[in-house]
């Protein structure tokens, strides 16, 4: 009998990703989602789908107590970087809280190894290239939250031995990212304004820089850590090398998508203007899976899959709890909703 294995966050983007690579391995999963920013046909066939929240402590004991977990990767997250500075509440519920709920139970069932997506975001304004060995000085509370998740895992393991494997992954994209989400993935954002023939809206001048990471260069790289017990109780910056402006982006995607580039500019909001990372170490534990695939390649296979599926009308986010100075298209977007 194969090994049970956990993945939250099972119908989101990467979760869901992931979930496909383990089922090659013939590994038992069980999938969980709230469905606030998945759906539902995301989740691959073979997976055992349960509906729930890692914020819902006697749910997530429920689980635990059915199942008999080697393995947990903890995907699930609302992973709005530039949001969750006014919506601190929710975020840590969600994002530290939620992560605190799976520990505790994956501690108490005596699970093997658990899988944790931080992000880039824990580095803050750091030197370039980002390195895994860089002190994190994180800018917003989703980046907080997330090396927080980092700080108690390390912990977890020194108190409790439960190992762990840690990646940072950074502005992903691919088929089956939720392209109505108004406040995250830009290259979702940009395609999905353009197939309503909108602009694609770009904050402040564009010339802020990222390196775009598609999707199949991170997740069969999460799926296999299981099985590299060299990687055990490691951090690994996962993605792409190449920092591309916004403003580059924008024409790749328009051409993708058989547009002509328009750009809106809107007013710039507090970012990190630069954030870019260095790969060196996850190349050397998991090189044989990374297929550096091009900015130009992967957003093609996304828009390919986006031109399928056909544009999403994404909600606005209720709940803001701090309006003030909240982006004005934002802000616009919570007066509509």
Not at 321 to 328: D, G, S, T, V, Y
Request: glycine share 8%.
């Amino acid at each position: 009998m194969s090994s049970q294995i956990l993945v939250t966050g099972a119908a989101g983007f990467i979760g869901s990703h992931v979930c496909r690579h383990l089922l090659k391995v013939k590994y038992q999963v069980v999938g969980m989602d709230d469905l606030s920013g998945g759906f539902r046909d995301y989740v691959p066939d073979g997976v055992k789908f349960v509906e729930g929240s890692v914020t819902d402590t006697a749910t997530v004991k429920k689980l635990f107590a059915e199942h008999k977990f080697e393995h947990v990767f903890h995907l699930a997250a609302y992973a709005a970087e530039g949001l969750s500075h006014f919506i601190k509440h929710f975020n840590y519920t969600n994002n530290l809280l939620g992560s605190v709920n799976l520990i505790n139970a994956s501690v108490n069932q005596g699970v093997k190894c658990f899988v944790f997506t931080s992000s880039i975001a824990v580095y803050g304004k750091n030197q370039l290239p980002m390195t895994e060995d860089a002190v994190p000085q994180p800018e917003d509370p989703y980046g907080i939250a997330k090396y927080a998740v980092e700080l108690d895992l390390k912990e977890t393991h020194e108190m409790f031995g439960m190992d762990y494997v840690i990646f940072r992954p950074h502005n992903v994209y691919g088929e089956f990212q939720n392209i109505g989400d108004r406040y995250r993935n830009v290259i979702g954002i940009f395609m999905n304004q353009i197939m309503q023939g909108q602009p694609m809206t770009v904050f402040g001048d564009g010339k802020q820089t990222r390196a775009f990471s598609y999707i199949d260069d991170v997740a069969p790289v999460i799926a296999a850590s299981i099985e590299r017990r060299a990687s055990y109780n490691q951090i690994f910056n996962v993605g792409a090398d190449k920092p591309y402006t916004v403003n580059e982006l924008a024409s790749v995607v328009s051409k993708a998508m058989g547009a002509t580039a328009q750009v809106k500019h809107l007013e710039a909001r507090n970012e990190v203007v630069h954030a870019y990372s260095a790969h060196d170490k996850v190349r050397k534990h998991f090189g044989d899976l990374i297929k550096n695939v091009s900015l130009e390649d992967g957003v093609a296979r996304m828009a390919a899959w986006a031109k399928k599926a056909g544009a999403r009308q994404g909600k606005p986010f209720e709940g803001i709890e701090i309006p003030k100075n909240l982006p004005p298209s934002w802000a616009a977007l919570s007066k509509k909703g």
